[in-house]
């Protein structure tokens, strides 16, 4: 199943799903479901760590004490399943292949498949 999941009022989210066609894709706001534990695998799986699934920009994590902040691929595991808002977004599932982010190569990626 293609997945995407996004902030419905993020505005970098909202920019990069206007320049996909979507009906083919479940739309999944994390605002409303976090990500789930299997999906999360998968995604690790493949980009090697959930260091790389974390978004480290997070206003979240510039609050933490630097006691708090992870420093292990488990404490990423862990603070991505507990909020939302550390899951680097956009995060997809296509046709079994995994993108996270809003870098240019990802999101070119995106457009490439999904494109409209």
Same mark, same amino acid.
């Given at each position: #199943?293609?997945? &995407? @999941?996004?902030?419905? *009022?993020? !505005? *970098?989210?909202?920019?990069?799903?206007?320049?996909?066609? *979507? $009906?083919?894709?479940?739309?999944?706001?994390?605002?409303?479901?976090?990500i789930s534990?299997?999906?999360? %695998?998968? #995604?690790?799986?493949?980009?090697? =760590?959930?260091?790389?699934?974390?978004?480290?920009? /997070?206003?979240?994590?510039?609050? #933490? =004490? $630097?006691? %708090?902040?992870?420093?292990?691929?488990?404490?990423?595991?862990?603070?991505?399943? =507990?909020? @939302?808002?550390?899951?680097?977004?956009? /995060? /997809?599932?296509? %046709?079994?292949?995994? @993108? /996270?982010?809003? !870098?240019?190569?990802?999101?070119?990626?995106?457009?490439? &498949?999904?494109?409209?």
């Amino acid at each position: #199943m293609n997945k &995407i @999941y996004h902030l419905s *009022t993020c !505005d *970098t989210c909202r920019k990069i799903l206007s320049l996909l066609k *979507t $009906d083919q894709v479940t739309l999944i706001n994390l605002r409303e479901q976090n990500i789930s534990k299997e999906d999360l %695998e998968l #995604m690790k799986n493949q980009l090697g =760590s959930y260091e790389a699934l974390f978004n480290k920009r /997070a206003q979240k994590l510039k609050l #933490m =004490s $630097d006691d %708090e902040k992870p420093t292990k691929d488990i404490d990423f595991k862990k603070l991505i399943l =507990s909020e @939302y808002t550390f899951l680097k977004r956009p /995060a /997809a599932i296509i %046709e079994g292949k995994v @993108y /996270a982010g809003n !870098d240019k190569t990802t999101v070119e990626k995106l457009v490439a &498949i999904l494109g409209k």
